[in-house]
């Protein structure tokens, strides 16, 4: 196996190279959670780049794009078949907003992590997000924005859902760059963050400990409609 490290290869946008040594690392077994690090590596590591003026918008496209290509090899071996999943979530990029390479990137780390994830893509309405969480009752809806000027349709989101038939009890959560909790606060919200590990680690940690409660009190299934393939998305990028 090559000693460059598969992030160094993403963030100079190696791609060929980058495939190569992405399927030696699977079929080498390289832990999940270690793969998955040095993609997101790459990808902060380019995107820093670009924060510095030193490399377009093209090549952050051309990385995410790259990166969905890596974890799909990785996809066929862990996905999770359906009766081992831990959790539903509901996910897409609230309307007007049409960026969702940060959102796919979780998307595929959900999988990974056992989670069923019904993706509604881009630009979704609060009409959407609100029918999808009464269609699929998940146990989060998670929504993802890079511009400041959406907060208004999150709220307006968060407002809606108490009046729906969406779970009393289903976790919220905010994300992508505009996602600042040190300047941004939504009554209702469970998590609002930027950052990629955080995101990961609190989804996660959400739905296991609203899995736990509601074992606890006896509740078996969420009573939503089950997902087809074609609801959660085939992984294809939306630019």
Do not use: W
Not at 62 to 72: C, D, H, I, K, T
Not at 90 to 105: A, W
Not at 176 to 186: E, H, L, N, Q, T
């Amino acid at each position: 196996m090559s000693t460059t490290k598969l992030s160094e290869l993403i963030s100079t946008l190696d791609v060929i190279e980058a495939l190569e040594l992405g399927a030696s690392m699977v079929a080498a077994n390289v832990p999940v959670e270690e793969y998955q690090q040095e993609i997101m590596e790459g990808l902060q590591a380019i995107g820093t780049m670009y924060e510095h003026g030193e490399c377009y918008i093209a090549d952050l496209m051309v990385s995410g794009m790259l990166a969905r290509e890596l974890f799909a090899l990785k996809k066929n071996d862990d996905l999770p078949d359906i009766g081992t999943v831990i959790g539903r979530v509901v996910i897409g990029t609230i309307c007007e907003d049409i960026h969702d390479i940060g959102k796919n990137l979780v998307a595929d780390a959900l999988r990974f992590r056992c989670v069923e994830v019904i993706d509604l893509g881009v630009d979704v309405s609060v009409d959407r997000f609100v029918e999808a969480a009464e269609r699929y009752q998940p146990d989060m809806l998670a929504v993802s924005t890079l511009i400041d000027g959406q907060f208004g349709h999150i709220r307006e989101l968060v407002d809606r859902l108490k009046a729906s038939k969406a779970p009393e009890d289903m976790c919220i959560v905010i994300g992508g760059a505009a996602a600042d909790p040190r300047f941004v606060s939504i009554p209702g919200v469970d998590c609002i963050t930027n950052n990629y590990q955080d995101a990961m680690s609190r989804i996660v940690e959400l739905i296991t400990e609203r899995g736990r409660r509601r074992a606890a009190s006896g509740f078996e299934g969420s009573g939503g409609e089950p997902y087809l393939l074609a609801d959660i998305g085939d992984g294809s990028m939306h630019l």
